[in-house]
């Protein structure tokens, strides 16, 4: 590749080179693409510059726009103090996935003479037909990501459809090594969680099956992390831990997906996405029935689901019916006819 001839008072300013890749997985594993990108300090050498710098607090992260990117925000920065002379990346995907954030780069650069050098030469934004090339390599790095990601929904989603796809399941189901979704072949999770079943079905009520647990010192598999299955500990039960086993159709044998939704936010002029809003279970994505072996039948789930409903909605309507208690006088106890406490149903 024959090197572009940049202006002196260019070559007095700093380079920087930016090095980014989207995940952690690509750090560790796409090393070749790490080097490519240190590599640059060379070509920037070559191409005249004494000072250079390199920027690499984004590896992985992404640069769709919804991810804080420090080190692209520090770019920004020194390219407004006029002291860059030249960003390096091996392709434009390196330094934007996204309209905006590519555009306004450009803008600036433009601004105050500052050239953008990826793997096929050098481009100066404040040219019209450089900026074009600029602009239109931009947008086909938008689209390719747009373009992946929907493919990768859409393979998740038909893979999901036949009750194939790997998602994560609750306390007493594991995933064979045949791909098959199973009980977990401990006899001790199973009996835990049919015992929340037969407390709920007795006491009627998810609070009183916490109480019993508690007073009769019954221990129940919960996630050392608070989230992963795949190691347990045995600890006194939660209320969550009781309600997840209730109202999960999981248990039911039905195998669910797209319970939850991704909500996106502008925070401070930058996109963020907010994980795990729950989504009505007609709403689900997938909710297969008879997908596998059940603790309970479907008949019992959908009963359970709605006496939690009924146990919600009488707590609701007797907080908002509660007098305030007289000063000589005790407080009324509604609790007992709705039998349930705070943490709600």
Sequence with gaps: MTLRELPKETLARAAIVYVRQSTGMQVRENLESQRRQYGLVDLARQ????????????????????????????????????????????????????????????ELCGLVGAY?????????????????????????????????????????????????????????????????LMMDPDRRIQDAIRMIFRLFERLGSATQVLLHTRREGLLFPRPVDGKSTSELTWRAPAYRNVISVLRNPFYAGAYAYGKSRVQTTLVDGSLRKTYGRSRPMEEWTVLARDHHEAYVTWEVFERNRERLSRNSYCQSAARVQVPRSPREGGRPSWRACCDVDAAGE
Excluded at 138 to 155: N, P, Q, V, Y
């Design 47 to 106: 191409y005249g510059f004494r000072d250079v710098s390199v920027i690499d607090e984004d590896l992985g992260r992404s640069a769709s726009g919804t991810e804080d990117r420090p080190g692209f925000r520090n770019l920004v920065g020194r390219i407004c103090e006029g002291s860059v002379g030249a960003v390096f990346c091996l392709e434009a995907s390196r330094l934007p996935r996204n309209g905006r954030d590519w555009h306004h780069l450009l």
């Design 116 to 180: 953008v050098i990826d793997s096929d030469g050098a481009h100066d934004p404040g040219l019209p037909n450089d900026r074009l090339l600029l602009g239109l390599k931009g947008t086909m790095s938008e689209f390719e990501l747009t373009l992946i990601r929907k493919r990768m929904i859409d393979a998740a989603v038909a893979k999901a459809r036949r009750g194939e796809l790997r998602i994560g399941v609750p306390v007493g189901y594991i995933w064979s090594r045949d791909g098959g």
